[in-house]
């Protein structure tokens, strides 16, 4: 049997760590949803996570927060961002620190499942 | 015999008479040898008979006349006629007075002339008199000329010199207020070592004669210097000097201030005579005259030239117009802000040849103002000979002149500088206005995105499970009612958010007052007056008197109001070929309503646009948002009324509205709906940033 990828979830907001996780376990990864990015450093998911979901704009720790403190801890877990908000300018900015992908909410399934597959094929 | 014996008789009878005669009597002979001089003549001379026979006489009189008189006295005796001569002739204790020889001959039967009779009268007091009045004329005449202070009071102290025989030199000092110390004003004939001795000591009670009178206000005499306390200093110098006797008296100023000190030195000791006080009294009046003077010249000159520099500093400049006599007064900071030069003739054609074009009504209006009487405060731009524009801030008041006379009294101010960086400051702040404007409809935007993608993205983030959990095999039918009613869950959360913002962006209800009108206007002109005066508008204002009140949001009212101002003034910011004039106007309108009309000269409306005008995001303008006039009109109709526009017959366009007046109020606030707030906010900027 494959094991599954592990997915990990960073969201603040319910209804994605909810809605997501369902949708990517019908992908077939497994998932693990956080509801802030220190939760998720504080688990032993880091070293299995194939690719991290990331919020950008969360309280406290924010998703390119994140990102940078992966970088310093050598951990290369490829990142597709998420976010609400509507800056374009955001996107370039995420992707020249290593992201994967940043996808806009609302986002289609098929957005989501490109860029995981990419994403697991940089891990 | 007898005959003989009587003529002896009457002879020394007439000899006694003419001894007791109160004049000064002689007779000569045909040559001039005096061979006779009455009792009265030697005692006032000092002199004896035989001392004063034949040429003895001259010995009295003053050196400097004796050439001059013996002259005459020859031309006298040649021509055979009575004559008359004046010279001074000195009295037994030395002094010189004036005296007028009158003489005449006595002639035998033939006519030849026999002997000469002459009658000397003293004619000092007039002669002093006369001496004193010239004296008087010429100084008048120096301190009115201008002459310099000092030049003034030498010539006094010659001219006390002159007419006083005892006085062997004067000086006259001149009192510093602050330092109580007394200056050399002028001292022609005092010995330069005592005088530079004396120049800037300090006056006190026994401070010599001087120092004393200027202390106590009132004259000292020392009659002898040699044992006067007071002189301990300075006695050694002044006896060294051949000073004697010094008497100081102080010179008053009109209100009774010690100016200075005026004194006169005598070679020996004594106290002055009565001529010798009339003349101290006479001079110490003219002194006081000509420091007087001098000092209020010398402020004048201070003041004004403290004035100029002030106006230089301050870019102002005065000006007087006597308007009855149409005479002109300009400072010569005005002359430099207006760039003629200070020697051109000023008339009103000088202003307005200066002035820009499209000013020109506004600065007539200021002339007529002034011509009038009345005050006025304006800035209008003139354009100099070099092409540069300045702005000039004209600031006048009517009042009238000694005469009851009007005269126009005010002030000119460059404030080029202030108003172009105002303006720069101006365009900056709008700048700013309109980035923070976008910034904050950013933020708001990303907000409202945000808070409304969050549940849309859980939609379809559901929906795309619900559907892989139906289309799976088997379907995962308890997962897909899981995920159908969260997507449900999701869809009334962005439901509320758009709840939410509805109740954000609601206003609160319209206020219900009575409002007068005119009153409403007024506030809003004197809000956007400088404003206007800015944009270089003409604002005429037409309220009428008998306006009934009306009733309705007395805010909202006034939005409209300087929204349909604004819009007028921006209509007219292009237009540069004539007046930017602005028309206000309150009038009854007819069904008990009342009409408020705002006219401009500006670029006008198309009458077939004219509806358009009142759409919301409808804009002629590259910086409006096009709110404005809808928002107006909602507001109008919310008071049942109606804003429409015109096109003027000449250039330009007309706004008007018409409300009915009390008592029905404004309708609930929510007749404006949703866009009420944003109305209010762009009517709030159309306030803060025309």
């Known amino acids: 049997m494959v094991i599954p990828s592990l997915v990990s979830v960073v969201d603040d907001d319910e209804s994605v760590r909810e809605s997501l996780p369902d949708l990517l376990k019908e992908f077939g990864f497994a998932v693990q949803a956080f509801s802030s990015a220190k939760e998720f450093l504080a688990s032993d998911c880091i070293g299995q996570t194939r690719c991290l979901v990331l919020d950008i704009a969360m309280p406290g720790m924010s998703g390119p927060d994140l990102q940078r403190e992966l970088t310093l801890r050598r951990q290369e877990i490829p990142i597709v961002f998420i976010t609400a908000q509507g800056d374009e300018t955001v996107r370039p900015r995420v992707l020249e620190q290593g992201a994967v992908e940043c996808l806009f909410k609302p986002f289609s399934e098929t957005a989501l499942l490109d860029a995981l597959n990419t994403a697991l094929r940089v891990s | ?690």
Not at chain 2, 39 to 44: G, N, S
Not at chain 2, 198 to 216: K, L, R
Request: charged residues 25%; negative net charge.
């Open chain 2, 1 to 690: 015999m007898e005959d003989s014996q009587e003529r002896i008789g009457v002879q020394n009878g007439l000899l006694r008479v003419v001894d007791a005669l109160p004049g000064l009597v002689w007779t000569a002979l045909p040559d001039g040898y005096v061979d006779f001089l009455n009792q009265r003549w030697c005692e006032y001379t000092g002199l004896g008979v035989e001392e004063a026979y034949g040429q003895g006489w001259q010995t009295a009189i003053h050196p400097e006349d004796l050439p001059e008189l013996l002259e005459r006295w020859q031309s006298i005796l040649a021509s055979g006629e009575p004559r008359e001569m004046e010279a001074r002739l000195r009295r037994f204790d030395g002094e010189y007075r004036w005296f007028l020889f009158r003489t005449c001959p006595l002639a035998d039967a033939s006519g030849r002339v026999v002997k000469w009779c002459g009658m000397n009268t003293a004619i000092d007091d007039r002669r002093r008199a006369e001496a004193l009045l010239a004296g008087e004329k010429r100084l008048l005449e120096m301190i009115a000329t201008g002459k310099s202070l000092s030049t003034t009071l030498t010539e006094l102290c010659l001219l006390v010199e002159e007419l006083c025989p005892g006085c062997v030199s004067c000086s006259i000092l001149l009192l510093d207020l602050e330092t109580k110390k007394l200056w050399l004003g002028a001292s022609p004939s005092v010995p330069k070592a005592y005088t530079e001795s004396i120049d800037g000591f300090a006056i006190g009670p026994d401070a010599s004669s001087c120092g004393a009178a200027a202390y106590h206000g009132k004259q000292i005499i020392t009659s002898d210097i040699a044992t006067d306390p007071r002189w301990a200093e300075s006695r050694d110098l002044a006896l060294a000097n051949g000073l004697r006797a010094c008497w100081s008296t102080p010179i008053f100023s009109q209100q009774n201030r010690v100016l200075g000190t005026f004194a006169m030195f005598s070679g020996k000791p004594g106290n002055p005579t009565t001529n010798d006080q009339e003349v101290i009294a006479q001079i110490t009046h003219l002194a006081s005259i000509a420091i007087e003077r001098s000092r209020v010249e010398e402020n004048l000159r201070r003041s004004k030239a403290y004035l100029s520099e002030a106006q230089k500093l301050s870019l102002t400049g005065s000006f007087g117009w006597n308007v009855s006599a149409d005479e002109h007064f300009w400072s010569d900071e005005t002359f430099r802000i207006f760039e003629y030069d200070v020697s051109t003739k000023v008339t009103l054609q000088l202003i307005l040849e200066r002035a820009h074009p499209q000013d020109i009504p506004l600065i007539r209006q200021a002339i007529a103002l002034a011509a009038d009487g009345r005050d006025f405060d304006y800035e209008c731009r003139f354009i100099m000979p070099g092409g540069a524009v300045k702005h000039l801030h004209l600031v006048a008041h009517g009042t009238r002149d000694q005469d009851g006379r009007l005269e126009c009294i005010g002030a000119v101010q460059d404030v080029t500088e202030r108003r172009l960086s105002e303006e720069t400051l101006g365009k900056v702040r709008s700048e700013l206005a309109h980035v923070a404007r976008i910034t904050s409809l950013g933020a708001l935007t990303a907000s409202i995105a945000h808070e409304v993608n969050q549940p849309l993205s859980g939609i379809i983030t559901n929906a795309s499970t619900c559907l892989r959990m139906l289309a799976a095999d088997p379907p995962n039918v308890s997962g897909a009612l899981k995920t159908a009613r969260r997507t449900i869950r999701d869809g009334n959360r962005a439901a509320e958010v758009i709840t939410r913002l509805r109740a954000l962006f609601a206003r609160t209800g319209a206020t219900t007052e009575t409002v007068d009108l005119n009153e409403a206007t007024r506030e809003v002109i004197a809000l956007s007056w400088s404003e206007f005066q800015r944009s270089r508008v003409i604002l005429r204002s037409e309220l009428a008197n008998d306006l009934p009140p009306v009733t309705g949001d007395r805010v909202q009212l006034q939005q409209v109001i300087l929204n349909l101002l604004l819009n007028a003034s921006d209509a007219m910011s292009g237009v540069d070929d004539r007046p930017r004039q602005l028309v206000i106007r309150t009038e009854r309108d007819k069904c008990d309503h009342v009409r408020l009309t705002v006219q401009d000269a500006g670029i006008g409306v198309e009458p077939q646009g004219v509806d358009k005008l009142f759409e919301a995001f409808y804009t002629t303008k590259s910086s409006g948002m096009g709110i404005g006039l809808s928002v107006s009109r909602s507001i109008i109709e919310s008071h049942h009324g109606r804003l429409w526009a015109a096109p003027n017959d000449g250039p330009g366009a007309t706004f008007s509205f018409s409300i009915p007046r009390g008592p029905e109020g404004v309708t609930g606030a929510n007749s404006f709906g949703a866009i009420r707030k944003p109305a209010v906010t762009d009517a709030v900027r159309v306030m803060r940033n025309p």
